[in-house]
Nanobody, 129 residues
Framework: QVQLVESGGGLAQPGGSLTLSCVISGFPVDDYIMDDYIIGWFRQAPGKEREGVSCISQRDGGINYLDSVKGRFFLTVYYAHNKGFLQMKRLKPEDTAVYYC?????????????????WGQGTQVTVSS
C-alpha cells in the first residue's frame, strides 16, 4: 500500500524558515527506483484552491516552482531513501496553508493536482508574528 507521510510543519515567524519532509513507501518493487514518477508539493489555504508549490522529475531532473516561492523554497529528494524535502525560507504570512506531498506516475512535472494519484495527509504551516 502506497503511503506518503509529511512532517515538519508548525508555527514560524515572518522571515523564518521551516523544512517539510515527505517519506514515501509502498510502491511496487519493479518501480522502486522511482524513475517514472514525479514528486510534488502542494498547499491549500482556507477558502482557496489547492495549488502546486514545487515539483521534481527524476527522469529529466527538472524542478518547477510556483512564482511566489521562487528563491525562497527549495525542493530536494533523496531517491535512495524515498524521502523528499521542501526547505522554506523567508516565510510570509501568505505561505500559511496545509502542505501536501504527492506522487504521480509520469516523467514530466505538473502543477495540476488532478495529475497526482498518491497524497499524504498534509502538515499545517502557519506564518504569524
Amino acid at each position: 500500500q502506497v503511503q506518503l507521510v509529511e512532517s515538519g510543519g508548525g508555527l514560524a515567524q515572518p522571515g523564518g524558515s521551516l523544512t517539510l519532509s515527505c517519506v514515501i513507501s509502498g510502491f511496487p518493487v519493479d518501480d522502486y527506483i522511482m524513475d517514472d514518477y514525479i514528486i510534488g508539493w502542494f498547499r491549500q489555504a482556507p477558502g482557496k484552491e489547492r495549488e502546486g508549490v514545487s515539483c521534481i522529475s527524476q527522469r529529466d531532473g527538472g524542478i518547477n516552482y510556483l512564482d511566489s516561492v521562487k528563491g525562497r523554497f527549495f525542493l530536494t529528494v533523496y531517491y535512495a531513501h524515498n524521502k523528499g524535502f521542501l526547505q522554506m525560507k523567508r516565510l510570509k504570512p501568505e505561505d500559511t496553508a496545509v502542505y501536501y506531498c504527492a506522487v504521480a506516475r509520469r516523467t514530466s512535472c505538473s502543477g495540476d493536482f488532478s495529475d497526482y494519484a498518491y497524497w499524504g495527509q498534509g502538515t499545517q504551516v502557519t506564518v504569524s508574528s
